[in-house]
């Protein structure tokens, strides 16, 4: 690895949300981090509009919407089914 390109666990993300303006993440909301069932990005569930798939699966909102949810931001729910066919759902 080059000399100064070493990022602390999380910098990154750290660096990103500061540059959105966004608060930072609490240390046990890294831990509630979880992968998207689809595409493997990290969400938190808690604080994210990810789709719940199972009691630990979720599909980030991206891959929701692509897989036909619609997110109705008025009742901060989503409606209709989401397409979920070729992914590992475990069951609760």
């Known amino acids: 690895m080059a000399r100064g390109m070493h990022?602390?666990?999380g910098g990154r993300k750290r660096r990103?949300?500061?540059?959105r303006g966004e608060e930072p993440m609490h240390r046990?909301?890294?831990l509630e981090?979880?992968?998207?069932?689809?595409c493997g990005?990290?969400?938190s569930p808690a604080r994210d509009r990810g789709y719940s798939l199972a009691a630990e699966?979720?599909?980030?909102?991206?891959?929701?919407?692509?897989?036909?949810?619609r997110w109705d931001e008025a009742h901060d729910r989503w409606e209709?089914?989401?397409?979920?066919?070729?992914?590992?759902?475990?069951?609760?």
């Open 7 to 9: 990022l602390a666990r």
């Open 41 to 43: 990005a990290e969400m």
């Open 80 to 92: 209709g089914e989401v397409d979920v066919s070729g992914l590992a759902v475990p069951e609760d």
């Open 33 to 38: 981090l979880r992968p998207c069932a689809a």
């Open 28 to 30: 046990s909301e890294v």
């Open 16 to 19: 990103i949300r500061a540059e």
């Open 57 to 69: 699966a979720f599909l980030c909102f991206d891959c929701a919407i692509r897989r036909g949810g």
